[in-house]
Nanobody, 121 residues
């Protein structure tokens, strides 16, 4: 069994900052890509940022220059530093990982339960 647990969400004023963390644990052999996705009320889920196992990153245009994704492979943890937050960043942010299980070397697509980020104007 594999778990992804997010933390760091909350309420922040427009222009403020938050740092999200997501720790993976359990039956893990290796983690390939990790990423953050978000879903705002009434909208489809969208990719916010992804990072490969060697640190290559990708961002949705709306967060470029404001958000930074990073990871600590030794801790199986991915971070999302969010600066200059805007009300339109309000959403549930979920962590994702593509990984290989240790028990059977099978690939697995894993999601966290999400953490709410609310940006007030």
């Amino acid at each position: 069994q594999v778990q992804l647990v997010e933390s760091g969400g909350g309420l922040v004023q427009s222009g403020g900052s938050l740092r999200l963390s997501c720790a993976a644990s359990g039956d893990i052999y290796t983690i390939y890509s990790m990423g953050w996705y978000r879903q705002a009320p009434g909208k489809a889920r969208e990719m916010v940022a992804t990072i490969s196992s060697i640190g290559n990153t990708n961002y949705v245009d709306s967060v470029k220059g404001r958000f930074t994704i990073s990871r600590d492979n030794a801790k199986n943890t991915v971070y999302l530093q969010m600066n200059s937050l805007k009300p339109e960043d309000t959403a549930v942010y979920s962590c994702h990982a593509d990984l290989m299980r240790y028990s059977d070397f099978e690939m697995m697509d894993c999601w966290g339960k999400g953490t709410l980020v609310t940006v007030s104007s």
